[in-house]
T-cell receptor, first 114, second 113 residues
């Protein structure tokens, strides 16, 4: 079956512009996660969705970052007034909400803020 | 809060030699443990996971890892590496009652012929 997909694969934007990143999870996966991977670093958790609610937003770095999810489907991560430090690969993952809890990752969106 | 430390940022290794990637974690609660691999310009792929039971876990591509609760470690090993194992490897933990994964900083493995 289809895996997690993300779009766009690459995004170059000017400082101060808003961007939207999209994630399509695996069908039937109720849990969805966003992570950020800065160059040469590990992944940082941003936000977790269970269905369309977000019980854990603790990783969002500032109020410029927001995310929403439609039901148990598509999620959008929005970054307003982008800054150069927002440049990173943004990864989405989805999972079932029961063991084995394996998170399946998408290919990521590489965001470059110039 | 949990944390994950991967002690080696880079590991060069010759083809057909063994490799061990070290991972230590800290957590005050029960955790599940994972190793992911990221090939160049690709997303993360699960290599193996420990949820419960036998502390020696076997994964894909000949990798295995051993959970050591007393040492809070989950080291990854492969007895004989191939050129195709060149990639970045990430250790991650998840609280048993939680949701998010906490990742280590990654270990870049470069297999030389």
């Amino acid at each position: 079956g289809a895996g997690v997909s993300q779009s766009p694969s690459n995004k170059v934007t000017e400082k101060g512009k808003d961007v939207e990143l999209r994630c399509d999870p695996i069908s039937g996966h109720t849990a969805l996660y966003w992570y950020r991977q800065r160059l040469g670093q590990g992944l940082e958790f941003l936000i977790y969705f269970q269905g369309n609610s977000a019980p854990d937003k603790s990783g969002l770095p500032s109020d410029r970052f927001s995310a929403e999810r439609t039901g148990e489907s598509v999620s959008t991560l929005t970054i307003q007034r982008t800054q150069q430090e927002d440049s990173a690969v943004y990864l989405c993952a989805s999972s079932l909400s029961m063991p084995p809890y394996e998170q399946y990752f998408g290919p990521g969106t590489r965001l470059t803020v110039t | 809060a949990q944390s994950v430390t991967q002690l080696d940022s880079q590991v060069p290794v010759f083809e057909e030699a063994p490799v061990e990637l070290r991972c230590n974690y800290s957590s005050s609660v029960s955790v599940y443990l994972f190793w992911y691999v990221q090939y160049p310009n690709q997303g993360l792929q699960l290599l193996l996971k420990y949820l419960s039971g036998s502390t020696l876990v076997k994964g894909i591509n000949g990798f295995e890892a051993e959970f050591n609760k007393s040492q809070t470690s989950f080291h990854l090993r492969k007895p004989s590496v191939h050129i195709s194992d060149t990639a970045e490897y990430f250790c991650a933990v998840k609280e048993a009652a939680g949701n998010k994964l906490t990742f280590g900083g990654g270990t870049r493995v470069l297999v030389k012929p």
